[in-house]
């Protein structure tokens, strides 16, 4: 059964800081790779989503990169600012079962002004 | 254009009550899924469907029955709640399978068991 960890649970940085967010996951057969962000109360707002065959993706001030040999995936924030305060978690899907994402547990994120 | 929406956003059941959680999305997505969030954990998937009179189980069914009988609507069913079944549960859609573009996840229903 695929299982999805994130460390840290929880970061806290200064306005301006560039960041690293990391994301493992156990069975390496996986279709994608996506992060998300979550604010308090409400649902998931999809950051990035990496395909199996390609190494990263980005989005403005967010660059997302993928190892699915070493089944590693990490989400770099550059010059963080209070506004990206949130949880964000990651997700991937197995090129087999249901057609469902394996949630990690997410990483709470504090940008300090 | 609203995207995924979810009513109630709250709600207080007491043991053996029973309650629908409602889900519609208005994009024309094939596929729709609902989830349940427990504190500090990521999602679980409870069911999903990849098309209208088409339903499957996910990971944690037990408790939970789902209809889809339209491509809109998606409502979760919960027959006799338990203190277990305290969580916050989201509902999501995509158009393509095997996670070739991104699901689109609603704001989420937060049930409380008591």
């Known amino acids: 059964k695929q299982e999805v960890t994130q460390i840290p649970a929880a970061l806290s940085v200064p306005e301006g800081e560039n960041l690293v967010l990391n994301c493992s996951f156990t069975?390496?057969?996986?279709?994608?790779l996506q992060w998300f962000r979550q604010d308090p109360g409400k649902g998931l707002t999809s950051l990035l989503l990496?395909?199996?065959?390609?190494r990263e993706q980005t989005s403005g001030r967010l660059n997302a990169s993928l190892d699915k040999s070493s089944g590693r995936s990490t989400l770099y924030i550059a010059a963080s600012q209070p506004g990206d305060s949130a949880t964000y978690l990651c997700?991937?899907?197995?090129?087999?079962?249901?057609?469902?994402?394996?949630f990690g547990t997410g990483t709470r994120l504090t940008v300090i002004p | 254009n609203a995207g995924v929406t979810q009513t109630p956003k709250f709600r207080i059941l007491k043991i053996g009550q029973s309650m629908t959680l409602q889900c519609t999305q208005d994009m024309n997505h094939n596929y729709m899924y609902w989830y349940r969030q427990d504190p500090g954990m990521g999602l679980k998937l409870i069911y999903y469907s990849v098309g209208a009179g088409i339903t499957d189980k996910g990971e944690v069914p037990n408790g939970y029955n789902v209809s889809r009988s339209t491509t809109e609507d998606f409502p979760l069913r919960l027959e006799l709640a338990a203190p277990s079944q305290t969580s916050v549960y989201f509902c999501?859609?995509?158009?393509?399978?095997?996670?070739?573009?991104?699901?689109?996840f609603g704001p989420g229903t937060r049930l409380l068991v008591l």
């Open positions: 997700a991937v899907i197995g090129v087999t079962g249901a057609n469902n994402l394996f």
């Open positions: 990496i395909q199996s065959s390609q």
């Open positions: 069975d390496s057969a996986i279709y994608n």
């Open positions: 999501a859609s995509s158009q393509l399978a095997g996670g070739r573009e991104t699901q689109y």
